[in-house]
Each structure stands twice: as C-alpha cells, then as structure tokens.
C-alpha cells in the first residue's frame, strides 16, 4: 500500500513539473543537441526514469534541473554509442562533472532566453503557419494535441500529422536553435505573436480538463510577450499584445471562487482586480499608441479590455465604446469568434433582439459549427426574450460541446434554473 502511494505522489510530481517546466527543459535540450525531436525524446526518457526513481529516493530539490540532467546523460550516452565524442560532448561532460544534478541551478533568466529561441525555431518561415501554431502551442505552450484541436475545431489527428510534419521539416532544413537577425524578425513574428495570444488563452479559459483557468500558462505567455517587446520597441502589435495580456491577467484571481468555481464578469468583486497590472496594461497601450501606426487586433481588443478594467460596476461599462471597438476589429481581423464577442456587447448596449440576429447570422453561416460559445450565448440571449424552452436546449447543447468540465456546470446549472420557468 505505502509503496503505491509514494507512486502516485511521484507520479502527481512528475506531472506538475512537465506541465509547468516542460517547454524550458526541452528548450534547453534543444540548445544542447541541436534537434527539436530528439530533444523531446530525451525529455520523455528523463520522465520515466523519475517515475522509477522519485518513489523510492523522493522528490529532488529541483526536479526541474534535474529532469534535465538525466536528459542530457542520456544524450552523452547516445553520442557514446555513436562514437561521436565531440567538443559539445565534452562541454557538457564538465559541466555535469562540476556540480551534482540534482544541485543544479535553475537560471530563469538562461531558460526564458531558450524559450523564446524555441519560439523563433517553431515559427520558421520554412514551416507553414498552420504548422508554426500547432507545433508552438504543443512545445511551448505545453498543450495536448487534443487540445489544440478543440482551440481550431479540427481532428486531432490532422494536428498530430502537422506536428510530426513541422518536425521533420525544421530537422531537414537544419534550422539552428537561435533568435533570428533582426533583419528576419518581421517574417516571424506575426506568428510569434499569435501563438502567445492563443497559449495566454489557454491559460484565460482552458478548453479542456478539470480547472477553469490555467495561470501557469497565461503567467508564461505574458512573461514571453513582455521580454519579445522590449525586443522590438517599435512593434505596436507587440505592446498591444501586452497591454491584453496585463487587463485580462489583472482578473485572474476574481474568476473564480476559492474551491475553483468559475465567477464570470458581472458577479466578479472588483476589489480583487489587480490594479499594478491594470496600470501596466493602460502603459502599455499608450506605448502600442505611441508609435503612431493605429492599433491592429491586439491593441483592439486591449482597448476593449481596458473598458472593462475602467468601469467601476458591470452596469458602468461602456458597452457602446465596445461596439465600435468590436465593429473596427472585425474590420482589421475578421473572424466569426469576432461577431459572437460583437453580438455579445450588441445586448449588453443595445438589448437581446438586435444582438439575437446577429447571433442567427452566424447560426446559419455554419462557421462555428461545434463552437461551444455559440449556443451558450445564443440560450443567454433567449432566455432574456423569455423563450425559456428554446433557451434551455441551446445551455444544455453547449454544455454537451464543451470539453471543461467547469464550464460544462455552469451551462447546466444555467439550464437546470430554466427548468421550471414557464
């Protein structure tokens, strides 16, 4: 029975250190072997060979530096095999010499530098863009490819195959574990930033699993978005990216109730805003600003934010202000997801018929088919009309399509209050 359980405490251990640490220990693999995949796979043999020996010998110190010694033991030991002692092997031979592993120092400021060389790496202009975001959200953003497929509405398995592809590709072409030139940053960073956003999302409303938010994600998105600014001060995107990051951030702990339970925006207690991060966002818009190249889709959408974090009650909210804010994003960035956030703030300014038809429009174009968000908002819309019957179906059908399960209780409790309603 003890035996069991020092098993699943090195099991529970194992899983929380690769889901915080994992993008940095296979960034630092990648800077030491020179192979994305290969890195991986080191990675992997490190994982199991701590499941065999955290049970017995506990939990290192720093079980982060320490899956990374292992993984970087094995790689001595294939180059060994190989016969291909080289000047790296030697390097790191020393270094693994000097100093114990589970010892080692864990420099956050070495492995954020790795980090957003895997970045660069994972968005290559010799892989497609669709291959740079499923590859980035799976390494960096620590996702599952089942859950990058819920963010896209695609087959997992058409996500599996970009990735294997992704790889194969950046090991063909020989792409070195760098930050590019600043002359090629602009091929790069388009992508770059959109993987931030899609991982700080992950982070905002995860699409699967047993918790409503996953901060460890948003908190690495926005480290990583902070650092590729100052990289690139005359990049508004970048600012304004930051800026959304910062507002959103700022609500994190109002989100949810201390047992995890979601509180969405109109019951959050705004007294637990933070208002540092809100002063960062509100700088880092005037910076995307500054530069005088109008805003795009990130300082768009920070501006909306930046309503929210100014209104000092729900009912204070300019929600007009956020119609046209919504009106000019879907002039710079169309998109259906786009139109439901638009139609969503047409009933909060305008009421739930005008925003209802929107809502219809999109129903019938099919472009969100599966799209969980449609029919909770379309119920929340009908439910005002008092179309309680048609309202309840359409709560139960997106708590069906929704893969949180935290999100999945707040739709049916939704629908359980309709029940009696006449």
Aim: some cysteine; overall charge negative.
């Amino acid at each position: 029975m003890g035996e069991n359980a020092d098993a699943e405490r090195a099991r529970r251990a194992v899983e929380a250190v690769w889901r915080i640490e994992s993008a940095r220990i296979v960034a630092a693999l990648t800077r030491i072997v020179g192979d994305l995949d290969l890195a991986e796979d080191l990675a992997g043999q490190a994982l199991l060979e701590a499941l065999e020996q955290w049970p017995a010998g506990g939990v290192p110190r720093n079980p982060a530096a320490w899956l990374t010694a292992v993984a970087k033991r094995r790689a001595i030991d294939g180059w060994r095999r190989r016969d291909l002692l080289d000047e790296r092997y030697a390097a790191i031979a020393r270094d693994l010499d000097a100093s114990r592993f589970d010892d080692e120092a864990w420099d956050p400021d070495r492995i954020d530098d790795d980090v957003l060389r895997l970045m660069f790496i994972a968005c290559h202009p010799v892989l497609g863009r669709k291959a740079q975001v499923a590859l980035t959200l799976r390494v960096v953003g620590g996702l599952t490819t089942e859950e990058i497929a819920r963010a896209f509405m695609i087959p997992t398995a058409t996500v599996q195959q970009r990735i294997v592809r992704a790889k194969k590709t950046l090991t063909a072409a020989k792409v070195p574990f760098e930050v590019p030139p600043r002359a090629e940053f602009a091929n790069r960073l388009g992508a770059v930033l959109n993987v931030l956003y899609l991982v700080f999302n992950e982070g905002y409303a995860a699409t699967s699993g047993s918790e409503w938010m996953r901060t460890d994600l948003g908190a690495e998105a926005l480290r990583l978005a902070r650092i590729l600014a100052e990289l690139v001060p005359q990049e508004p995107e970048a600012h304004g990216l930051v800026a959304l990051m910062e507002l959103t951030a700022a609500r994190f702990g109002a989100r949810t109730t201390p047992t995890g339970e979601p509180i969405l925006l109109a019951d959050q207690d705004r007294t637990r805003w933070d208002r540092a991060q809100i002063t960062r966002g509100v700088a880092a818009l005037a910076r995307a600003d500054a530069v005088g190249r109008g805003r795009g889709p990130y300082a768009l959408q920070a501006a909306i934010a930046e309503c929210h974090a100014r209104a000092a009650t729900f009912e204070d909210t300019d929600w007009e202000t956020i119609v046209l804010l919504y009106e000019a994003l879907g002039q710079v960035a169309p998109s259906p997801v786009v139109e439901l956030n638009r139609a969503a703030a047409v009933s909060m300014a305008y009421g739930p018929a005008p925003a209802l038809e929107y809502v219809d429009k999109l129903v019938a174009d099919g472009e969100l088919a599966g799209y969980h968000l449609l029919p909770s908002v379309r119920g929340e819309l009908l439910r005002q009309l008092g179309r309680i019957d048609e309202a309840r179906a359409e709560l139960l059908e997106a708590a069906r399509l929704t893969g949180n399960e935290r999100e999945r209780a707040v739709l049916l409790a939704k629908a359980e209050e309709l029940r009696d309603r006449p």
